[in-house]
């Protein structure tokens, strides 16, 4: 089951690059891939309701995104494709290709509809590419944001059974790569078993304001490497004004910078008690103060404040919170400026929301770091 949004804001991609050669380049790509299910619907979806398309190609006609007559201007409505009647057997596959920009940021009716086929057991699946667009940007609210050419992101939104989704998505993206399509690519399959992120090297702000991977001693115990693997064990020098921990062994300051910045409250910072102490646990003094998200690894920035006693924490990301990075990218956020019309509105909302779905109960996280530290 295949939805193609009709609203005025994917206009664009029509005339995109002269004569939107890659808009419909996608839809020969999605043809062909749907070509190898045994039976494909087709639907123009938009101010909550679905029209049945006598083929795909009729998303390449100058009226398809309204004006014309007998075809009315649509506002999006993403989540009308998962509202259609739930056939009996195996749960469908069904394809949203949409920009994704969500009418009023509220991507709820969208998540409670996909959970219908959820609960059936389907998975999530994204693929984004971005495609030449000229015309009007509109933000989720409507507000014209930019008039002229921008390269646009474009997304195939798809559940279903895990291989169904990800034999789709595959099929587009290599066919999109044989007929010569150059813009870049990515997918994401939305709360895929993965193993939870450590904590693999830590060091101080500035860099040499800390000694780690040494023997440690809290409230007259002594903790060393070999006793505590899965902790960073850390002397914070008068010097040191925070702390950064990352979950790859082989980062280097350097490629930090490369990284793009996630929201730092999707940690939670949790104290861990140790033999031995005076007092009960307690993570006070320690906060959160940025996380960034490069490939698949993550650092975490702490600050320590002034004072605060020797003692040990687990900084936890939960399951289905932890965003990739082209996520971030290609998200609009507040300080998007000039990146504003290359970006989408609440993408990393939408995505870490329906990551969050998609996983089961009681999975391990995403992250945790665990840290012992002294003053």
């Given amino acids: 089951m295949i939805g193609i949004d009709g609203s005025g804001s994917m206009a664009g991609f029509l005339s995109g690059g002269g004569d939107g050669e890659d808009w419909k380049r996608l839809l020969r790509a999605i043809k062909l891939t749907a070509g190898e299910f045994k039976s494909t619907e087709t639907y ?12 795909i190609d009729e ?8 004006g014309c007559a007998g075809v009315p201007s649509v506002a ?11 056939q009996t057997g195996p749960v469908p596959l069904r394809v ?9 940021g509220d991507i709820s009716a969208l998540r409670g509809a996909i959970g219908a086929d959820l609960r059936r057991g389907a998975s999530i699946g994204i693929l984004g590419l971005r495609l030449p667009f000229e015309g009007t940007v509109f933000d989720s609210n409507a507000k014209r944001i930019h008039d002229g050419k921008a390269n646009r992101p474009l997304y195939l939104l798809a559940t279903g059974s895990r291989g169904a989704v990800e034999s789709f998505l595959a099929g587009v993206r290599q066919t999109l790569a044989l007929s010569g399509f150059k813009g870049p690519i990515e997918s994401s399959l939305l709360g895929g078993k993965t193993a939870t992120l450590k904590a693999a090297t830590a060091w101080g702000e500035p860099r040499a304001s800390a000694s780690s991977g040494l023997p440690i001693r809290i409230s007259g115990t002594t903790y060393g490497p070999s006793g505590n693997a899965d902790y960073q ?9 925070g702390l950064v921990v990352s979950s790859s062994k082989g980062l280097v300051a350097s490629s930090v910078a490369a990284g793009s910045a996630a929201p730092a409250d999707l940690m939670t910072i949790s104290p861990l008690a140790l033999a031995g102490a005076s007092r009960e646990p307690s993570a006070e003094g320690v906060t959160v103060t940025e996380l960034s998200v490069i490939g698949g690894e993550l650092v975490a920035r702490f600050t320590v404040a002034p004072g605060t006693p020797g003692g040990a924490f687990r900084g936890t990301v939960k399951a289905g919170s932890l965003p990739e990075q082209w996520w971030l990218t290609w998200n609009r956020g507040p300080a998007a400026a000039g990146k504003a019309k290359d970006q989408t509105d609440n993408l990393l909302l939408t995505l870490t929301s329906l990551s969050q779905a998609v996983v089961p109960a009681g999975s391990p996280p995403a992250a945790a770091f665990c840290v012992a530290f002294t003053t």
């Avoid at 999006?76 to 739930?86: E, M, R």
């Fill in 44 to 55: 123009r979806i938009g101010g909550s309701k679905s029209t049945t398309m006598g083929a």
């Fill in 59 to 66: 998303a390449a006609e100058p009226c398809y995104f309204g």
């Fill in 76 to 86: 999006s409505s993403l989540d009308t494709l998962w509202t259609l009647p739930q």
């Fill in 96 to 104: 949203m290709v949409s920009d994704l920009e969500v009418n009023q």
């Fill in 233 to 241: 064990l850390v002397k914070l020098l008068p010097t040191a004004a």
